[in-house]
C-alpha cells in the first residue's frame, strides 16, 4: 500500500479522466459509482473512501442522477465550479450523442441488429457490476450489524413491499438522526482514520485535507450560483417561447422537463411512470412501444439511464417534424438537447449551491450519521437493483419461462472476472460485447 499521496492533479488531467468515463459509465448509478470507486479512490486515489461517500451520501438525498451529481461535485471539490461543470457535462454529452445517433437508426431503419447483439452481451455483463457494486460498497459501509440491519430492512422494503425509494431515503435518514444521539459509536462512518481497508493509501483529498477555499460556503457565493441557474433557466426558457410560442413543442418539453428534473427521487426507474403519462399520453411525443425501447437503448449506452429523455426528446421533435419533413433529424436532435438540458441544469445547481454546505459537515457525526444510515439503505436497493436486472436479463419471458443460458454463462462468467480476478471494466464489457455479438450471430445463422 502506498505511504504518500499521489501528485497534484491539473485540470487538463482530470478532463480527460472525466472524458473518458463518459464513454465507459455503464450499467446505471451502481455500476457508475463502482466505476468511480474504483478509479477516484482505489487506483487514483483521488479523493479518501470518506470524502467519497460524504458526497455520494449527499447526491443520494438530491433529486436527479445521483452518479452524474456525484461526479459533479468531485470535480468542483478538486477544480472548482469549472471542474465541476466540465465533469458533470462529460458525464452526460457522451451519452447524449450515442443516444442520438441511435434514435436516428432506430426511426430511420427500425432495426438494430448489430448493435442488439452487442447488447446481448453487455446486459448480462451489467447485471454482473452492478452486483458488484453492492458488494463494493456494502463491505466499505456497513460496519456493524446495525447498518447491516438497515440494508437488509431497505431491500425488503423495496423488494418485496415496495416501498418508493424516496420513502426508504427518509427513513434511514431518520434512523440515522436518532441513532447518531442514542449509539453515536455506531454510525460513525468508516469507523476510526487510517481503517478504509486494504490496497488504500494517503488520498490527494484525504480525510484531514482542509477543505479548499472555493468550497467554503458563503451566502454571496449561494446567491450568485442560485442566480446563474435561474437565470440560465429563465433565459433558456424565454427564447423557446420567443421562438416557439407557449405551446410549442419545445417550449412544452423544456417545461415539463423541468419538473421531471425535480422528481426524479430515487433514479430513473422512479420518475419513468411520469414521462410515460406525459410523453405518450399527454402530449403523445412517441408511443408505448416507442418508450420501452428507448428504455432498452437507455440501459445498455453509458450515462445516466435517465438520458431515456433523450430519445423521448429526439423521437417528439422526428414525428412532430418540427422543422418540416426535409430536417427531422435536426427536429429530432434539437429536441433531444432541449430535453437534456433541462432535465441535467437542477443537478449543476444542486451541486454547486449546496456543496460548500456539505463540505462543513464534514466529520461532523449530527449531519453524517444520517448520510451513513442512508448508505447502508443504499446498499439494500442497489441489490435489488442487481436482482432486477438479472430477473430481466436471465429470464425475459418471465419467471415462468425458461433461462436464456448464454446470458447467464455470460454474468457468471463476468461475476467471476470481477470477484476473482478483478478484471477492469473496460476489458470485462468489450470481452461481453463480442461473446453476445457471437452468441447472437451463431442463433441467427
Same mark, same amino acid.
Given at each position: 500500500?502506498?505511504?504518500?499521496?499521489?501528485?497534484?492533479?491539473?485540470? /487538463?488531467?482530470? $478532463?480527460?479522466?472525466?472524458?473518458?468515463?463518459?464513454?465507459?459509465?455503464?450499467?446505471?448509478?451502481?455500476?457508475?459509482?463502482a466505476i468511480m470507486h474504483t478509479e477516484l479512490v482505489e487506483r487514483r486515489r483521488w479523493i479518501?473512501?470518506?470524502?467519497?461517500?460524504?458526497?455520494?451520501?449527499?447526491?443520494?438525498?438530491?433529486?436527479?442522477?445521483?452518479?452524474?451529481?456525484?461526479?459533479?461535485?468531485?470535480?468542483?471539490?478538486?477544480?472548482?465550479?469549472?471542474?465541476?461543470? %466540465?465533469?458533470?457535462?462529460?458525464?452526460?454529452?457522451?451519452?447524449?450523442?450515442?443516444?442520438?445517433?441511435?434514435?436516428?437508426?432506430?426511426? @430511420?431503419?427500425?432495426?438494430?441488429?448489430?448493435?442488439?447483439?452487442?447488447?446481448?452481451?453487455?446486459?448480462?455483463?451489467?447485471? @454482473?457490476?452492478?452486483?458488484?457494486?453492492?458488494?463494493?460498497?456494502?463491505?466499505?459501509? $456497513?460496519?456493524?450489524?446495525?447498518? /447491516?440491519?438497515?440494508? @437488509?430492512?431497505?431491500?425488503?422494503?423495496?423488494?418485496?413491499?415496495?416501498?418508493?425509494?424516496?420513502?426508504? %431515503?427518509?427513513?434511514?435518514?431518520?434512523?440515522?438522526?436518532?441513532?447518531?444521539? /442514542?449509539?453515536?459509536?455506531?454510525?460513525?462512518?468508516?469507523?476510526?482514520?487510517?481503517?478504509?481497508?486494504?490496497?488504500?493509501?494517503?488520498?490527494?483529498?484525504?480525510?484531514?485535507?482542509?477543505?479548499?477555499?472555493?468550497?467554503?460556503?458563503?451566502?454571496?457565493?449561494?446567491?450568485?450560483?442560485?442566480?446563474?441557474?435561474?437565470?440560465?433557466?429563465?433565459?433558456?426558457?424565454?427564447?423557446?417561447?420567443?421562438?416557439?410560442?407557449?405551446?410549442?413543442?419545445?417550449?412544452?418539453?423544456?417545461?415539463?422537463?423541468?419538473?421531471?428534473?425535480?422528481?426524479?427521487?430515487?433514479?430513473?426507474?422512479?420518475?419513468?411512470?411520469?414521462?410515460?403519462?406525459?410523453?405518450?399520453?399527454?402530449?403523445?411525443?412517441?408511443?408505448?412501444?416507442?418508450?420501452?425501447?428507448? #428504455?432498452?437503448?437507455?440501459?445498455?449506452?453509458?450515462?445516466?439511464?435517465?438520458?431515456?429523455?433523450?430519445?423521448?426528446?429526439?423521437?417528439?421533435? /422526428?414525428?412532430?417534424?418540427?422543422?418540416?419533413?426535409?430536417?427531422?433529424?435536426?427536429?429530432?436532435?434539437?429536441?433531444?438537447?432541449?430535453?437534456?438540458?433541462?432535465?441535467?441544469?437542477?443537478?449543476?445547481?444542486?451541486?454547486? @449551491?449546496?456543496?460548500?454546505?456539505?463540505?462543513?459537515?464534514?466529520?461532523? #457525526?449530527?449531519?453524517?450519521?444520517?448520510?451513513?444510515?442512508?448508505?447502508?439503505?443504499?446498499?439494500?436497493?442497489? #441489490?435489488? #437493483?442487481?436482482?432486477?436486472?438479472?430477473?430481466?436479463? $436471465?429470464?425475459?419471458?418471465?419467471?415462468?419461462?425458461?433461462?436464456?443460458?448464454?446470458?447467464?454463462?455470460?454474468?457468471?462468467?463476468a461475476s467471476i472476472a470481477l470477484f476473482r480476478f478483478r478484471l477492469g471494466i473496460m476489458p470485462?464489457?468489450?470481452?461481453?460485447?463480442?461473446?453476445?455479438?457471437?452468441?447472437?450471430? $451463431?442463433?441467427?445463422?
Amino acid at each position: 500500500m502506498a505511504t504518500s499521496p499521489p501528485c497534484p492533479v491539473g485540470f /487538463w488531467e482530470a $478532463l480527460r479522466f472525466w472524458l473518458r468515463l463518459g464513454f465507459v459509465s455503464f450499467g446505471g448509478p451502481a455500476g457508475q459509482i463502482a466505476i468511480m470507486h474504483t478509479e477516484l479512490v482505489e487506483r487514483r486515489r483521488w479523493i479518501s473512501e470518506r470524502r467519497f461517500l460524504h458526497a455520494l451520501n449527499y447526491c443520494m438525498l438530491l433529486p436527479g442522477p445521483e452518479a452524474q451529481q456525484l461526479a459533479t461535485y468531485i470535480g468542483w471539490l478538486m477544480h472548482g465550479t469549472r471542474g465541476g461543470l %466540465v465533469a458533470g457535462a462529460l458525464f452526460v454529452l457522451p451519452s447524449l450523442f450515442i443516444l442520438v445517433a441511435l434514435s436516428w437508426i432506430y426511426l @430511420a431503419w427500425g432495426q438494430l441488429p448489430l448493435v442488439a447483439g452487442l447488447f446481448y452481451g453487455l446486459k448480462p455483463a451489467v447485471t @454482473a457490476l452492478v452486483l458488484h457494486a453492492a458488494h463494493r460498497i456494502g463491505t466499505r459501509a $456497513l460496519k456493524n450489524a446495525w447498518l /447491516w440491519a438497515i440494508a @437488509a430492512a431497505a431491500f425488503v422494503a423495496i423488494f418485496a413491499l415496495d416501498a418508493p425509494f424516496p420513502l426508504i %431515503v427518509l427513513t434511514a435518514a431518520l434512523v440515522g438522526h436518532f441513532g447518531g444521539r /442514542w449509539a453515536p459509536q455506531v454510525f460513525t462512518p468508516g469507523g476510526a482514520p487510517g481503517t478504509e481497508g486494504p490496497g488504500h493509501g494517503p488520498a490527494l483529498i484525504d480525510d484531514a485535507t482542509p477543505t479548499p477555499a472555493h468550497a467554503h460556503f458563503g451566502r454571496t457565493r449561494l446567491a450568485r450560483v442560485l442566480a446563474a441557474g435561474l437565470g440560465l433557466w429563465a433565459a433558456a426558457m424565454a427564447a423557446l417561447m420567443l421562438v416557439c410560442g407557449v405551446q410549442g413543442a419545445l417550449t412544452q418539453m423544456g417545461w415539463f422537463f423541468t419538473k421531471a428534473a425535480l422528481l426524479t427521487f430515487g433514479g430513473a426507474y422512479a420518475v419513468l411512470p411520469y414521462v410515460y403519462q406525459g410523453a405518450v399520453e399527454q402530449h403523445q411525443w412517441l408511443t408505448g412501444t416507442q418508450m420501452i425501447d428507448g #428504455l432498452a437503448l437507455g440501459e445498455t449506452t453509458p450515462g445516466p439511464l435517465i438520458m431515456v429523455v433523450a430519445f423521448v426528446g429526439f423521437v417528439g421533435g /422526428w414525428t412532430k417534424q418540427l422543422f418540416g419533413p426535409d430536417a427531422l433529424f435536426l427536429a429530432g436532435a434539437a429536441a433531444a438537447g432541449v430535453v437534456t438540458f433541462f432535465t441535467f441544469l437542477p443537478s449543476f445547481v444542486f451541486i454547486l @449551491a449546496g456543496g460548500p454546505v456539505i463540505e462543513s459537515t464534514h466529520g461532523q #457525526l449530527q449531519f453524517t450519521a444520517p448520510l451513513t444510515a442512508v448508505t447502508a439503505a443504499v446498499v439494500g436497493v442497489i #441489490l435489488n #437493483l442487481a436482482l432486477f436486472f438479472a430477473w430481466h436479463v $436471465l429470464w425475459p419471458k418471465g419467471l415462468t419461462g425458461r433461462i436464456d443460458t448464454i446470458p447467464a454463462l455470460i454474468a457468471v462468467g463476468a461475476s467471476i472476472a470481477l470477484f476473482r480476478f478483478r478484471l477492469g471494466i473496460m476489458p470485462l464489457l468489450a470481452s461481453c460485447a463480442v461473446l453476445g455479438l457471437a452468441a447472437s450471430w $451463431l442463433q441467427g445463422s
